[in-house]
């Protein structure tokens, strides 16, 4: 059983590797068993669909300037103000 634990895991990362790997292939390849830690991202990126996209916050300055920001701020604080009771 080893063996062909080993051959999955050499099988998925070969094919992670070559990239155009789509979740079926993963799928196929791991048959519901459970993913080696070490390819859980990639596989995560796959299932995703965002291999080979950009980063969307690299451009983010990080200013929190909605219209409604304070709203949100506030409700923000009650609902913490709640949890922090229990």
């Known amino acids: 059983v080893n063996l062909s634990l080993t051959k999955r895991e050499k099988d998925l990362a070969e094919a992670l590797e070559e990239g155009g790997c789509d979740l079926e292939t993963v799928r196929n390849i791991i048959q519901g068993r459970q993913l080696p830690a070490d390819l859980r991202a990639k596989v995560w990126k796959i ?18 300037d909605l219209p409604e920001q304070n709203i949100i701020h506030k409700d923000c604080q009650e609902l913490i103000g709640k949890f922090s009771c229990i």
Do not use: P
């Not at 299932?47 to 929190?64: E, F, H, P, R, Y």
């Open 47 to 64: 299932a995703l669909n965002v291999v080979g996209k950009g980063d969307s916050l690299a451009s983010w300055d990080g200013c929190l």
